[in-house]
């Protein structure tokens, strides 16, 4: 296995880290194949896999009681242990201290490696903030429960960096892929945070799994490249190949992943991807693009809209929702997260925006669209 750096952490992880958001399970995903997840989680753990990442969310709740009996007889003084706090269930400060002890039991540990405010996005950030967490944690963290606190992170590269802003953060988890790299966080957030020490945990390294399932024009690129190339193994390498990442984590769920995913961790390293591959990447990303209908660029000239409505996040989640099977991406979650007045229903096509927009985008005629279709995947 190979190791990195973990920013100011000090800590050295994996580049290859276990999620245990998709453990294998029977057909309600709450009930998890406790001895296939053990066996799958401890195989990658005796091949040096050193960090794993669970939620008192996950698999509705079981995932920590899981991830706690993997790591029972000695692996825990091995593996660096990571949970989240399910800001979403705060609602007073008395709270903080009983989820984080309730996740403890659970666990069945006295302490944790790693603790994460859990998929932080602008009002879930401002009330937690708000509700004290910031004074809360030093309890913790001083007296042993916690040794590092980050937190994860779902929403714009604006709003990653207010957040930074607001703590020493030790550690940051962002969803980050080759088609994620102008996405929430994106590549200038992932720069940015280690750029101030911040150490990387990636999430969603294969976008959930998508990229294992890659469309037809996608297929077409990689069978005219005519090499063995391995779109998921070139995806994991990718992030690798960059310094700023720690840990990707990967949501594995049979022995043939862990096994694939573990030989690609072996041949990682930064700067070890080859010309060739570099621009074999780039084919798969411009095929990717094609299937991006709404050419906008970001640049916000847009903006603000005098409705409210957060146009280019709206464009970002249609182009990304296009890329995959419905239901297999996070972007109805954030599209359910946002405001109404910030959705595109709330467009009362002004067309304001129209004027404005370089590229001379329809913004009127895409956002009924737009709406449908986030919605329509569970937004
Ligand atoms: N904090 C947050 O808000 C948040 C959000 C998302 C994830 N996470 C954490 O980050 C971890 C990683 O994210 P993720 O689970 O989405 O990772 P991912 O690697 O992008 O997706 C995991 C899925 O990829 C597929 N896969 C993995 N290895 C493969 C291989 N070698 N060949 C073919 N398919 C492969 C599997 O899909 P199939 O099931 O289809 O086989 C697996 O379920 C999660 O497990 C969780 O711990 C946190």
Known sequence: MKYRDFGKTGVRVSALGFGAMRLPHEDSEDEIDRPVAIELMQYAFDRGVNYVDTAYAYHGGNSELVVGEALANGYRERVYLATKMPVWEVESYTDFDRLLDEQLAKLGVDYLDFYLLHALRGPRWDKVRDLGVLDWVRRPLSDGRIRHLGFSFHDSYDRFVEILAEYDWEFCQVQYNIL????????RGVTYAAENGVALVIMEPLYGGSLAQPPDVVRAVLEADGSSHSIVDLALRWLWDKPEIGVVLSGMNTLEQVQQNLLSAERSGVGSLSPDERELIGRIQDAYRTLSPVPCTKCRYCMPCPNGVDIPRNFEMYNQAMLHEPGRT???????????????????ACRECEEQCPQGIEISAWMPKVDELLREQGG
């Open 330 to 348: 996070v972007n109805r979650i954030n599209y359910a997260h946002m405001t109404e007045a910030e959705r595109a229903a709330a467009c009362i």
């Open 180 to 187: 994620c790299e102008d996405v929430q966080a994106g590549t």
